[in-house]
């Protein structure tokens, strides 16, 4: 259904019965019957390679599909890359597991549980872990360097105080950066910060130990660098005090040397890999959250941490619009942000003139002052998150926001939030983009609304140069509870492509889309964090493959049936082209290709799938940590024909090019 808010999504009390996809009954076995004792080949990837077909018995009930593939395009428009972005949100663990620091709860300003109407399993993450209670130390409200608490430290000549928090990793070799603030009451008191883990006897190893400077009397900051000559993910970081007096404690930080600007290396390295072109920042910590940036910019030592009034818990504050830009920069993507509706249109065009002024200006100055003289040149702006366009408030106000944000930047392109029919006729001179968002498993549903929102915009006077970004998608927005571990299977993951073919058969109006989340989420994201690891979902793959294959003229086709869900699309001049087809029953499908109208002899090239490794024809399969690589994508490396076996539950891009 289409809600008033200009979301698809199905109705609350249906959403736990709807299955993803229907999948046939039935294994076939083939794949295992071309498998050698010593093969190591992935079975999906041999499947792909099988070329002999119609002399082979091994695919006697294999169902065929014929594919015409002609050299007119659908439509006048181009297959944008920034239909494979994603989306980064203050959501529980989604920033706190990108971002590299290990301490939870810096600042001592407590741990406040996730809103309860949000869950998944229950598990525990990072954003759980409290300081380790013992009566050494408490909290205290007298002068704390930032926000309302800091922690107290009692020493005594026969007792040291020793403040510490578990859960941490560790990696052999790796250096730690250590910072903190503190104060003394006595000059006759050492500090120490040290990684240590219990082992089976019941002592405790120190992995890593450093002296800190002498302590104050006044509030300073004190850093040290710990080097572990071990590697464990039951790590527990402690500052010992030794002496006799008080020590007070704030806004401690540890983080691993190999740090990317304060985001984990292989988080980054994650996004670079899967390229998701553009990336989305801001919903619902924005609106109806009442997110305020001015507090998130500047050292990060002196921000103060807020209570997620959408999500729950409190957030470090660690990671705002700076850091945010600095990812996208690093990993070569474009930014879009989402702003606060209600931090009002005067805000807005500051933080346009923060993002992207000159240093010359007073805001781009002040981003000079907090380390990065260098625009960020952010080009797309939403101006608030899933706000009705049909909401009066947001009427009287946007071309407020539109005129004061244009002052501050002219080339800036804004976006709407949820589109309506008001919208496009008070404000449509401008807006760039309309932005619903698509949380459904229904794929006509969505390409009805493609539909619907191309010909008001087509009607409207004034629009024409309105295109469709979908700032946030995914097979559900709810579900909350285990339903939602639906999204971390390949089942979900070749939904999600499916959607991509819808995205990209709208391309001449659909021009950005933002898969929601990109880490952790409930299960939502492409990629799992843990304090040792990242783990690649399904999604992550499918991402990746059509992001790495996705060409930009999208072409006509036909096909003999519906066995499998089919999309092509070329390079401008047609020297290479690609076929993406995607097979969500539980047997495979022998495809055969056939073109009209080129010039020139079209051949396969190249081809890549994602599959289940092992073949076992169940939708549900997922990557666990102890099998992260279960679901990838497999290549094949023998030379190609007209004619392929397409795996069965698989996403294939086939490569095609001319002499």
């Not at 003394?184 to 120490?192: A, E, F, K, V």
């Not at 968002?437 to 409207?460: G, M, Q, W």
Request: proline residues 6%; hydrophobic residues 35%; contains cysteine.
């Amino acid at each position: 259904m289409l809600t008033s808010l200009g979301m698809i999504q199905p109705p609350r009390s249906s959403r736990r019965k709807e299955a993803l996809i229907f999948f046939s009954r039935g294994l076939s076995k083939f794949i295992q019957s071309l498998l050698t004792p010593a093969a190591t080949v992935p079975r999906c990837a041999l499947a792909i390679g099988a070329l002999s077909l119609q002399s082979s018995p091994l695919f006697a009930e294999a169902r065929e599909t014929t594919a015409t593939i002609y050299s007119q395009p659908i439509h006048s428009g181009h297959i944008s890359p920034m239909l494979f972005g994603n989306f980064v949100e203050l959501l529980d663990d989604v920033v706190p597991g990108m971002w590299a620091e290990m301490l939870n709860d810096r600042s001592f300003a407590g741990v406040v549980r996730a809103a309860k109407w949000s869950y998944y399993d229950g598990k525990p993450n990072s954003c759980d872990r409290e300081w380790d209670k013992n009566p050494t130390w408490n909290y205290d409200t007298e002068n704390p360097f930032n926000g309302l608490r800091s922690a107290r430290l009692t020493a005594t000549s026969s007792k040291a105080a020793s403040l510490t928090q578990s859960g941490l990793a560790v990696k052999r070799g790796m250096s730690y950066a250590f910072s903190g603030w503190f104060r003394t009451d006595s000059s006759r008191l050492s500090g120490t910060v040290r990684l240590k883990t219990l082992l089976p006897t019941g002592d405790c190893m120190i992995l890593a130990s450093a002296k800190l400077p002498p302590l104050s009397y006044e509030l300073r900051g004190c850093s040290a660098r710990l080097t572990s000559k071990g590697e464990t993910d039951r790590v527990v970081f402690e500052v010992l005090v030794e002496g006799n007096g008080h020590v007070w404690a704030d806004k401690l930080s540890l983080m691993p040397a190999d740090n990317r600007l304060g985001w984990r290396a292989d988080v980054v390295q994650a996004i670079k890999d899967v390229h998701p072109a553009i990336l989305r920042w801001g919903g619902s910590a924005c609106d109806p959250g009442e997110y305020r940036w001015k507090q998130g910019i500047g050292p990060r030592d002196q921000r103060v941490p807020f209570r997620n009034k959408f999500w729950g818990r409190i957030d470090s504050n660690d990671v705002g619009i700076d850091e945010f830009c600095q990812i996208c920069e690093m990993s070569s993507v474009e930014p879009l942000i989402c702003l606060s509706f209600s931090d009002g249109p005067q805000s807005a065009a500051d933080l346009v003139a923060y993002c992207n002024g000159d240093i010359t200006t007073a805001w781009g100055a002040k981003r000079a002052a907090n380390g990065h003289p260098p625009s960020y040149h952010v080009r797309y702006w939403q101006v608030g998150n899933e706000i009705s366009g049909d909401d009066q408030n947001y009427l009287d106000h946007f071309n407020d926001f539109a005129q004061k944000m244009k002052q501050a930047d002219p080339d800036i392109l804004l976006m709407t939030s949820f589109p309506a029919q008001k919208s496009f006729e008070q404000s449509g001179k401008d807006i760039a983009f309309v932005c619903p968002h698509h949380y459904t498993p229904d794929l006509a549903a969505c390409d009805r609304d493609f539909v619907n929102l191309s010909r008001k915009i087509e009607s409207t006077p004034g629009c024409d140069q309105i295109k469709i970004a979908v700032t946030e998608w995914n097979v559900t927005g709810g579900d909350w509870g285990l339903s939602r571990g639906k999204m971390l299977t390949l089942g979900s993951a070749l939904l999600n492509a499916r959607y991509l073919h819808v995205l990209m058969r709208h391309s001449d109006k659909v021009k950005i889309a933002c898969r929601s989340n990109l880490a952790n989420s409930y299960a939502g994201a492409i990629i799992e964090t843990s304090p040792s690891g990242l783990l690649k979902r399904p999604s992550y793959y499918v991402m990746q493959l059509y992001a790495r294959h996705a060409k930009e003229v999208p072409l006509r086709l036909e096909q003999s049936n519906d066995a499998l869900d089919l999309f092509a699309c070329a390079s401008p001049e047609a020297h290479s082209l690609c076929l993406f087809a995607i097979n969500s029953s539980t047997e495979p499908v022998i495809l055969s290709t056939h073109f009209d109208g080129f010039s020139k002899p079209i051949r396969p090239a190249r081809c890549e799938t994602l599959c289940d490794r092992l073949d076992a024809r169940q939708p549900d399969v997922m990557n666990h940590w102890e099998a992260p690589e279960r679901v990838r994508i497999a290549s094949t490396s023998k030379p190609l024909q007209n004619q392929i076996v397409v795996p069965a539950l698989s996403a294939t891009a086939i490569e095609f090019e001319t002499p």
